[in-house]
Structure formats: structure tokens, C-alpha cells
């Protein structure tokens, strides 16, 4: 069964690079295409972009200047960067990967999420 | 950019039926999926491609995808499906949410 987990700090000051990382258990993080999701304080579920295990991404248009997403073969795991954080980034972050293999039409697995808190 | 346009909130009766719907230019060109989120947890896929359900959802939820909109149906809805359900499409590269409905049973 294949399992996520976000990790990093929970909290980070305003104006730096907010880093989570992302392992993958259970599975391989080829052959699949893996995303990031945030979601803000009583807010609805926010698409940040995704990765394929050769380092092939896609950004949300509205985050494309400030994120950077790669992955790591041989630890199974990918991570995001999210530079000039501001408060309106404090969100809890979801990892999830794409099924079938090979496409991204649809998140089949869930992270459990981890919460970042932007401070000023 | 692309945008999906759900209801912000449905409510039903148990036992009754519970429609969704998540409205997109020329949806039905693109495969559509849901989401269910209860309070504090994960999302959960629902349905993906339109109207096929993942292992271990139940077969009370179904989705339907032509047009311009994509519905997500529960037939006979129980107390437990009381959450938040997002669409979800994918167009140009890019990942799209609809804004997400919330779902109460009465």
C-alpha cells in the first residue's frame, strides 16, 4: 500500500523559501506523476503544480514565479520550494501522486498533509 | 486560466439523492474527477474519469460528464457522506479545482 508524508517546517518568516519534501513508501516514484496541493484556512483545495520522476513539471500559472519542485530517485522522494513567502501562503500542504501511471488526470493518493504558518 | 464553478452548497435528506454539479467551458472534452474531504482529513477520490469508481468507494456515488458540466450523484445518502467534494480537471498542463461544495445531510 502505498503511502505519502510531507515533511518540514511548520513554520517559516515572511520573505523567505518555504522547503517540504515528500517520500514516497511502498511504491516508486517512477512511471508516476506526483503534485503538490495546499489548501489555505477555510479554503478550498489549491493545485501548486506537479513533477515527473525526470524532473518534467508543471506550475500553477499564479504560483509559476516562486515555486520549484524537484525529485530524488534513489531517496523516493520529491520536494517543493516556495520562495518570498508571504502570510497569504500559510496553508496545510498535501502531496499526492497521479494514476494511471504515466498521467495526471486524476490524485489517487494522499499525503496527510503538513501545516506551514508564515510569520511576520 | 481554466476555471471550474461548483455550487457552494448542496443539502439532502438521507436516503435521498444528492446531485453536484462542477460547470467548465467544454468540460465534457476533458475527463473530470471528485474529491471527498470530511473535516480534518485528506481528500479522497470519489470518481475519476468521468464516472469510474476507485476500489472501496462505495457503488452509491456515480459521475456523469457531458457538455459543459460534470455531476457527481450519491444515491440513497447517508449521514457519513456529509463533507466537502471537489472537481477536478486537467487542461493545458495544468491541474484545475473547482472551489468545492459543501455537502449536508439533513
Known amino acids: 500500500q502505498v503511502q505519502l508524508q510531507e515533511s518540514g517546517p511548520g513554520l517559516v518568516k515572511a520573505s523567505e523559501t518555504l522547503s517540504l519534501t515528500c517520500t514516497v513508501f511502498g511504491d516508486s516514484i517512477s512511471s508516476y506523476y506526483w503534485s503538490w496541493v495546499r489548501q489555505s484556512p477555510g479554503k478550498g483545495l489549491e493545485w501548486i503544480g506537479y513533477?515527473?520522476?525526470?524532473?518534467?513539471?508543471s506550475y500553477s500559472p499564479s504560483l509559476k514565479s516562486r515555486v520549484t519542485m524537484s525529485a530524488d530517485t534513489s531517496k523516493n522522494q520529491f520536494s517543493l520550494k516556495v520562495s518570498s513567502v508571504t502570510a497569504t501562503d500559510t496553508a496545510v500542504y498535501y502531496c499526492?501522486?497521479?494514476?494511471?501511471?504515466?498521467?495526471?488526470?486524476?490524485?489517487?493518493?494522499w499525503g496527510q498533509g503538513t501545516t506551514v504558518t508564515v510569520s511576520s | 486560466s481554466y476555471e471550474l464553478t461548483q455550487p457552494p452548497s448542496v443539502s439532502v435528506s438521507p436516503g435521498q439523492t444528492a446531485t453536484i454539479t462542477c460547470s467548465g467551458d467544454k468540460l465534457g472534452d476533458y475527463y473530470a474527477c471528485w474529491y471527498q474531504q470530511k473535516p480534518g482529513q485528506s481528500p479522497v477520490l470519489v470518481i475519476f474519469q468521468d464516472d469510474k469508481r476507485p476500489s472501496g468507494i462505495p457503488e452509491r456515488f456515480s459521475g456523469s460528464n457531458s457538455g459543459n458540466t460534470a455531476t457527481l450523484t450519491i444515491s440513497g445518502t447517508q449521514a457519513v457522506d456529509e463533507a466537502d467534494y471537489y472537481c477536478q480537471a486537467w487542461d493545458s498542463s495544468a491541474v484545475v479545482f473547482g472551489g468545492g461544495t459543501r455537502l449536508t445531510v439533513l
Open positions: 499526492a501522486r497521479h494514476d494511471p501511471p504515466g498521467t495526471t488526470l486524476a490524485m489517487d493518493v
Open positions: 513533477i515527473y520522476h525526470s524532473g518534467s513539471t
